[in-house]
């Protein structure tokens, strides 16, 4: 019997793995688990139902190619062969194509793609910018050669001929079209001041043809313009990504100009509705003018100025003689206290008492009240009601002593 080392066996096995046409082949259904997107681009999974579990591989060339990204509990059908793992002993699925299981890889990264955007906040209403009410101009990002450019400028010049349009030609679907219509974007961020508002859109078509306004770079560039943008992508029951991003979605093309170019005649209209709504508002107010000045001309206050006044003519006369006598009687009182203060001031003039004989004596400027303020030999000055005395101090007296000498010459 012939002894084998492992790598021989894994190899033989292996071997016997691959020339089963059975096995070169295989799709599989089945709903995915353990899986892991390594940083070499490779990715590592399990396939399971709900009795046995199969490992599986998908090479990092493969992965590229896949328009979702795999999640666990993500039921799929994986095609592909199966073979041995050498190093493990183990066999594996070599998936080369992988699809969701009833539901298309578009749809399916539709909504991926959706909710991710919608978890940062991309389409909230928060972020919606409201539409020029009178654009001068108006940008257009779409194909030069669809009917898109066409019904535009159809609506657009039987509403306002006013209004310029300006085109930036990008292609709408294909390779290469959410770059151009990226770039177009960015070229209306860098001129903003070129026009008020933007179209951007194409004709219906499948969910293939419309991808491009799905591209996850094309949604952040119409989230981050800096102009008010009107989506118009297909018909009135597609719904793009691109339609959630901008700030209006229109049903069609068509709807997108009558959003954005308003209508001469609507507004010739409106004008008119204003201006005739001005002059009845000037008319009822002339009227009510006219009106209120006719009552006041009519008001008895300017006919007969008596009859309304009289009351209060005879209220002022009273007021009137209440205060004269007010003032009367303060003044009689006050001259009263005037004449009995002169009286008063008069008795204390001293000029008075020198009419009954008495006298002042200064000397110098000082007023002499008692003999404590002489001295022998000071020069006085006698004041009288009739002139002025001076005289020498030759003696002092006290008045005690003035006084006992009085009665020892008695």
């Known amino acids: 019997m012939t002894i084998y080392n492992v790598s021989e066996i894994n190899t033989y096995i292996k071997e016997l793995f691959s020339t089963d046409n059975n096995l070169r082949k295989v799709m599989i259904r089945g709903e995915i688990s353990n899986f892991k997107f390594h940083s070499s681009g490779h990715c590592y999974l399990t396939l399971k139902d709900e009795h046995a579990a199969l490992r599986a591989v998908i090479f990092r060339r493969f992965a590229q190619k896949l328009r979702f990204r795999p999640e666990n509990g993500m039921k799929v059908i994986a095609c592909g062969s199966i073979s041995v793992y050498d190093r493990d002993g183990t066999y594996q699925l070599y998936i080369e194509q992988l699809v969701p299981d009833g539901i298309g890889d578009l749809n399916l990264y539709y909504e991926q793609l959706k909710n991710k955007l919608t978890s940062e906040g991309l389409f909230n209403p928060e972020h919606k910018r409201s539409l020029p009410i009178y654009p001068k101009t108006i940008g257009i990002i779409t194909s030069k050669t669809g009917a898109v450019l066409h019904d535009i400028y159809n609506v657009a010049s039987q509403r306002n001929s006013a209004v310029k349009l300006l085109l930036y030609p990008v292609m709408v679907q294909g390779d290469g079209s959410a770059e151009q219509i990226v770039k177009a974007l960015q070229y209306f961020d860098c001129h ?174 000082t007023v002499i009240t008692s003999t404590d303020q002489l001295a022998k030999n000071d020069l006085l000055q006698i004041v009288l009601s009739d002139g002025q005395v001076s005289a020498t101090v030759n003696a002092l007296k006290k008045k005690g002593e003035h006084y006992a000498k009085k009665e020892t010459n008695i």
């Open 192 to 365: 903003y001041d070129l026009c008020d508002v933007l179209i951007i859109g194409r004709g219906g078509g499948s969910m293939e043809d419309l991808w491009s306004f799905n591209d996850e770079r094309v949604v952040r560039a119409v989230y981050a313009a800096k102009l008010p943008i009107v989506s118009a992508v297909g018909h009135e029951t597609d719904y793009t990504l691109t339609d959630f991003a901008s700030d209006v979605r229109a049903s069609t093309p068509s709807h997108a100009a009558q959003l954005c170019v308003p209508s001469r005649e609507e507004l010739l209209k409106k004008i008119y509705l204003l201006q005739t709504n001005l002059s009845n508002v000037i008319e009822n107010y002339l009227a009510s003018c006219h009106t209120r000045l006719n009552n006041c001309r009519n008001n008895k206050l300017f006919n007969d100025t008596y009859s309304p006044l009289g009351d209060s003519w005879q209220q002022l006369d009273l007021l009137i003689s209440q205060l004269n006598n007010a003032v009367n009687h303060q003044f009689t009182d006050k001259q009263h206290i005037i004449t009995v203060l002169s009286e008063k001031l008069a008795l204390l003039n001293p000029e008075t008492a020198l009419q009954r004989g008495y006298s002042m004596v200064y000397r110098g400027n």
